[in-house]
């Protein structure tokens, strides 16, 4: 198992404004599968860079979620310009569609259903489409966000010995999973402090759960129990894991450890910390269930698992004193591996 990416495809559609990279990861376990990002890059090398770091942690995340699926990712550099979207996203449609079921796409950061529904007229390997009464799909956020829940849940127990409701969490970023995940925390009774860069929406979403809200700069390293990432990755870095006095990391947002040795810096301060990879399965297990043709009863058993997967995660971390993260990475990988050697 190696953790360069199988294949890169380039996009570059001139007459759209279309270029960015479609990776793929690994198809040892299945189809490539991850969302397609559409974000402000400085170059083509940022552009290769994060689709390759976000493929592999899909292939990471779908091994771990017990998806028949590899892992990859579309990034889409956002046009300088106006830009016909609609278009755009047709020229990314026939791009997928031109490797016949070997990636398959979803929204991501800064695509929406609608925008998938666009690529949809170009190919079928494309989920996280207007949900059909009966079948899994839409909007993949909510499941995002209870799997984060539930796997902050059982983190909560395990390492802090408490529930949520007897918490003080700080969530950052209170987009489409934030906003859930808040509501959800709300309920069980945890005490929540909110930052995001839209401070309008930041206030309304307080006021709904009465929540105390703080400036960008001072939310990571506040005096509260759990810190919930959900905006962008990259928050956990060494000063962030250095100064931070939340004893449990557990969010929604990807790439969260700004560098892998993190992972061991935290653990020396006795923090714990959730896989991202692993507490955010919810919304590819929606994405999965809808391009196989599955329930959302399905997607909720699938996403039940989330919680006793922390569980295991974390007492095997504590049994080899290893950071969580470094037992996931090793049970992704050791899943990947076993499935190239059946191939092969
Ligand atoms: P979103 O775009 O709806 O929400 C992100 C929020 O973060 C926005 O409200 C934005 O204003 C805010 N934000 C951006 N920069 C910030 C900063 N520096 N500090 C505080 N807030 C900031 O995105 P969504 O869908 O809620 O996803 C959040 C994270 O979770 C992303 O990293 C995404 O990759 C990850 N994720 C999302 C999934 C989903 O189902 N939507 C699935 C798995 C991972």
């Known amino acids: 198992m190696t953790d360069l990416c199988e294949q890169c ?3 570059d559609d001139p ?6 990279i479609i990776a793929i990861h690994s198809t040892a376990l299945g189809p490539a599968a991850g969302g397609c990002r559409l974000w402000r890059y400085d170059d083509a090398a940022a552009v290769q860079r994060d689709a390759e770091r976000l493929a592999r942690g899909m292939s990471y995340k779908n091994a771990l979620a017990g998806l028949p ?14 830009f016909d979207r609609d278009a755009l996203f047709r020229a990314f449609g026939r791009a997928v569609a031109e490797l016949d079921g070997r990636y398959v796409t979803a929204e991501d950061v800064g695509t929406s259903v609608a925008d998938m529904e666009v690529v949809a007229s ?6 996280g489409r207007t949900a059909r009464p009966g079948h899994a799909g839409g909007d993949p956020s909510p499941w995002t966000a209870l ?7 059982v983190a909560a127990r395990t390492a802090l010995g408490a529930e949520l409701g007897d918490l003080t969490i700080a969530i950052q970023g209170v987009g489409s999973v934030g906003a859930s995940l808040c509501a959800m925390l709300a309920d ?13 929406r930041r206030d309304r979403l307080a006021k709904i759960n009465r929540a105390a809200v703080v400036d960008l700069g001072e939310i990571a390293l506040l005096d509260v129990d759990v810190l919930a990432p959900c905006a962008l990755g990259g928050v956990l870095d060494a000063t962030v894991a250095e100064g931070m006095r939340a004893r449990l990391v557990c969010g929604a947002a990807n790439n969260q450890l700004a560098s892998p040795d993190i992972a061991e810096r935290l653990l020396r301060r006795s923090i714990t910390y959730v896989p991202d990879y692993v507490a955010n399965a919810g919304g590819i297990i929606n994405v999965a269930a809808e391009y196989l043709g599955e329930s959302g009863l399905d997607v909720e058993a699938r996403v039940a698992r989330i919680g006793p997967r922390v569980g295991a995660i974390l007492t095997e971390a504590a ?19 076993r499935a190239q050697s059946r191939a092969a």
């Open 147 to 153: 799997g984060v829940f539930r796997a902050m849940e």
């Open 188 to 200: 069980a009774g945890a005490s929540l402090v909110l930052a995001d860069v839209d401070e309008s």
């Open 15 to 20: 007459e759209t404004g279309l270029t960015g």
């Open 319 to 337: 049994r080899q004193q290893a950071s969580p993260a470094a037992v996931a990475d090793a049970r992704a990988r050791d899943l990947i591996a």
């Open 122 to 127: 170009a190919t079928r390997h494309v989920a």
């Open 9 to 11: 495809i380039r996009l």
């Open 69 to 82: 699926f590899g892992g990859g990712k579309a990034v889409i550099a956002l046009p300088a310009g106006p």
